[in-house]
């Protein structure tokens, strides 16, 4: 029997059970709507979490000289990191990583701790101690491949290589500049992983991209000149006592930079424990006051605007000469020098009187021309551009002092660009160190071809001022140092005051020394250019720097093969004049070179242009020259008596 | 007394198929962790087991038991509970877990007093809305008395931190009481003067007003508070129509907090897809519907509320744990009858479906 509340308690029973299974429809319609309308989405989420992404740090390319020498190599080393969040026990954690890492206990948690997650541990161990930290099998601390740069020729080519910091991207030098050429991409492993950040799956793998390799380059550089040009650099400057030296040596045809030295030096691999500068690439990022060596630039641009002829003489006032009321000394006294001796005894007064028959504007263009004040573009990071004045603020004595390399500054690599436009005939070319960049499959990626920039003076001026410079080397110029036995060598010396930057005036005791030069002559195959960086035995460019100059062309000549010329001189024994010998007879070179004799006209038929000039500028003959290639004519005929006064004139014609 | 008829074989059935499919489930979505933690992948396996031979062994003997001998422990077993509940506070013996107190520390185990309390809860309230039949359409004297008691309850429960456990149990007496004839004026009534209360302690209490504003935006932040429920529907997601197969999960490694016990839903939907939780939810509707079979169908008021009371425990439990993993209700603390990870939780609801099996054989009209 049922009472009435037992009914209606069924009735409402009935009515929970209905309600029950209303609930569960909603439960499983919530249920269809997030496991099959909303998969897609949520899977998608699910996977960026499931999965982490290893960075992969790109390995560097390999940088080689010429020749295929290795100079930076990058080895792969093991990089241990923590993610702190997954550490289970981080003060155990710390405790026993701290004296793996060769820290305490107590800095490395402070350091854990101040994390967020991600903190490195230790970037590129040995593989002993990864070892033993992964022995540890610690939750939260894992390993990733980096690769270390290596240097390992040391300190060969150290500023032109630069180096690499932690972080994959190179900091100075080529690996700077040519980071993202040697850098490869970053490629990343993405692994699945719990929410401990473990791996797991291991059947399935890791996908991902792995980094492609960097390219390698092959540089301009030949490791051995390099490392020649190092060595006496290191000699010139510590016999010396000298605070610092650049020594460049490049190819004058092309601007190859074959070497290019600074001192002091460091070691890449450990550039860490050195100061600025130490590190620093002088030849490109310092510039200071040439001096004498620009008189090269000065004659080579009154010829060309021709202004002066080869021959012309000048007053030298006696080693004392006022202008722009400021008064311009040689250090000894000339009455008259022509322009070959205006160079070979560097006269400043005679450099001053060219400037002033060229004029600034046409100086300044020269110099411009000769890339002065512009940077040359190498392919280094940190080039200066010296300094030359506008020429509209030239006022008095300064086109005096700037045609011998005063009130300018110019950096290395310019003055070696620009006197390798004179050796090669004329042409500035833009100096470079990178020969051909190549994958890391052996396939040429970019080969860099040699760049002229612009033609700067003519192949005959060029010729003329080659040839006049070689009067530096010969006995009685001020750059005897610098000859070179077996090959004919042209150069100039220059030594010029240092700026005092406690007074802004000309310092007393600090000089530049230098000597630039290119050798053979005929056919030069290298400029070369030291700088010793205040000198205390001797503040002349031809005692300080011009040794260094002919060891280096000596050694790199006979090292690249270079024949040796005919007819060569023998080196001259005598000490160098430094910069103001005392004066001399008018071209004491009369006599015979070349057999030819003074006074009788030799026979110039068949001679090529060149061969005339060399023989004309002997015999101190004043020649007029027409046509080109080789000679057919001439007046006087050969043999005849002749003076100075006389005119001379030689036809060329092509040949065949 | 008569005869004994046969039990309902389909509580019995999916009481039974549901525990042993909870151990399978516990040890898929422990198994990892247990490693780590324990060093013992089968950790949570293991006890869990020894959960269901204990929780199907006092069923079995509560099927024995004549469910009216209940009604005389029904008064001192309810103050056994308070007395336990009580227990819990007192440093030493009451254990504490990610800020909750809900733990009487034995030896080899943690007694969960709040799961007991909800069986002896059910107990009382049919041993009382049975005797006081009569008086159930009164406020004073119908009504109100259970309100104290509730109340006292509920305090607490929430003093332990054990939301989860006050909403069922209030749930649970609540519709008892409706079912039992308490006018529905009344229980609405209750609910328009609770609902201020319970938004009070709600904001009140940090920790659960996290919850529920990572319950109405959890992708506000995503690695903090929104965490638990954005990896469960991940994980029910990742495991789309068909899953991901048993054992396959990643959402358990560690993503997804709590995967062995009040989470283990998501791990089944991960691993067993829709189908799985259709599968589940289709069992627990199908026992939770014949338990309120049997109550209608009781031979008396005390055996039709209590198991009446038995069913609507685990099906507010089922499915309320349910919509907590699906995102349809604030996170709660509350596990799934028979799958989730637990002791006092398996047990109680096995002895109490033992109970319920009991009342089934003393079925008026035609037994299963």
Known sequence: ?656 | MKRLQGYDIIVLMMAVILTCFGVVMVYSASSVMAAKKFHDGFYFLKRQSIYALVGFTTMGICMRIDYHHWRRVAVPLFFTCFFLLILVFIPGIGGTAKGASRWIRLPGFNFQPSELAKVALIIYMAYSLDKRQEKLRQFMSGFFPYLLILGVFIAILLKQHDMGAALTMVSVAIIMLFAAGTRLQYILGMGAVLLPGVCFMVATAAYRMRRITAFLDPWQDPTDSGFQIIQSWLALGTGGFFGQGLGEGKQKLFYLPEAHTDFILSVCGEELGFIGVLVIAAMFLLLVQRSIRVAIAAEDNFGRFLAFGIAVLIGIEAFVNMSVVTGMVPTKGLALPFLSYGGSSLIITLTAVGVLLNVSTRMRGNPA
């Not at chain 1, 950040?197 to 390698?216: A, F, I, L």
């Not at chain 1, 009455?335 to 009187?353: D, E, F, T």
């Not at chain 1, 002033?356 to 300044?364: A, H, V």
Request: hydrophobic share 35%; charged share 25%; proline share 6%.
């Open chain 1, 1 to 656: 029997m049922i009472d009435k509340p037992e009914k209606w308690a069924r009735v409402r029973m009935r009515l929970a059970a209905a309600l029950f299974g209303l609930f569960c429809l909603l439960v499983l319609g919530r249920s269809f709507y997030l496991q099959v309308l909303q998969k897609d989405r949520l899977v998608k989420i699910a996977e960026k979490q499931h999965q982490r992404v290893v960075p992969l740090t790109p390995s560097r390319g390999a940088i080689y000289d010429r020749t295929g020498a290795p100079l930076a190599v990058s080895i792969e080393m093991d990089s241990c990191y923590a993610e702190t969040r997954n550490l289970e026990n981080l003060p155990d954690a710390a405790a026993k990583l701290a004296p793996l890492l060769g820290t305490t206990k107590d800095q490395l948690e402070a350091k854990l701790k101040a994390s967020k997650n991600f903190v490195w541990l230790a970037r590129r161990m040995p593989p002993e101690a990864a070892q033993k930290i992964r022995d540890l099998d610690l939750d939260g601390v894992g390993f990733v491949k980096e690769s270390k740069r290596f240097y390992p020729n040391s300190e060969v080519a150290a500023h032109v290589l630069g180096f690499t910091g932690m972080d994959p991207g190179g900091l100075e030098g080529v690996e700077k500049k040519y980071d993202s050429t040697i850098l490869g991409n970053t490629g990343f492993l993405v692994t699945e992983r719990d929410a401990l950040g473990r791996d797991v799956d291991q059947k399935k793998g890791t996908e991902g991209k792995s980094g492609t390799k960097g390219n390698n380059l092959y540089l301009t550089l030949d490791k051995n000149v390099q490392y020649i040009a190092e060595k006496e650099l290191a000699k010139a400057v510590e016999t010396n006592q000298a605070r610092a030296g650049i020594a460049v040596v490049m190819e004058p045809d092309t601007g190859r930079i074959l070497a290019m030295a600074n001192y002091p030096t460091f070691n890449p691999n450990s550039y860490f424990k050195y100061q600025g500068g130490a590190l620093r690439n002088r030849a490109i990022s310092d510039s200071f006051e040439p001096g004498s060596t620009f008189k090269i630039f000065l004659v080579a641009s009154a010829l060309e605007n021709r202004v002066i002829g080869p021959r012309d003489y000048f007053n030298c006032e006696n080693g004392s000469y006022n202008v722009g009321g400021r008064t311009i000394h040689d250090t000894h006294r000339y009455a008259s020098l022509n322009v070959p001796q205006i160079l070979k005894y560097s006269s400043n007064i005679g450099a001053a009187k060219i400037g002033s028959r060229l004029g600034p504007e046409r100086l300044y263009q020269a110099l411009t021309g000769f890339g002065f004040g512009d940077r040359t573009d190498v392919d280094l990071p940190g080039e200066t551009g010296g300094y030359l004045r506008q020429q509209s603020k030239w006022y008095g004595v300064d086109l005096a002092t700037i045609s011998f390399g005063q009130g300018v500054s110019a950096t290395a690599i310019q003055i070696a660009t620009a006197v390798s436009a004179v050796a090669n005939g004329g042409n500035l070319m833009r100096p470079y160190l990178v020969e051909k960049v190549v994958d890391d499959t052996g396939q040429v990626v970019k080969e860099i071809a040699p760049q002229v920039k612009r033609r700067v003076i003519s192949p005959e001026t060029a010729r003329t001022v080659a040839r006049m410079l070689e009067g530096v080397v010969d006995e009685g110029g001020t750059g005897t140092n610098a000859a070179v036995e077996g090959y004919r060598v042209a150069g100039k010396t220059g030594t010029a005051q240092k700026v005092d930057a406690a007074t802004h005036g000309y310092s007393a005791s600090k000089r530049t020394a230098s000597f630039v030069g290119f050798v053979p002559l005929e056919k030069p195959r290298l400029t070369i250019l030291v700088v010793v960086d205040e000198p205390k035995t001797s503040p002349y460019g031809g005692v300080v720097a011009a040794p260094a100059f002919s060891a280096i062309a000596q050694q790199a000549l006979c090292y690249l093969k270079v024949p040796p010329e005919k007819g060569i001189r023998k080196k001259v024994q005598q000490g160098p004049r430094e910069e103001a010998p005392p004066p001399q007879p008018v071209m004491e070179e009369g006599g015979s070179v070349d057999g030819v004799e003074t006074g009788t006209m030799p026979n110039f038929r068949g001679m090529s242009m060149r061969q005339v000039l060399r023989v004309m500028e002997k015999s101190g003959l004043n020649v007029k020259l027409q046509g080109s290639g080789r000679a057919v004519e001439q007046h006087p005929p050969p043999g005849s008596r002749i003076s100075t006064q006389d005119q001379v004139w030689v036809r060329f014609v092509p040949s065949a």
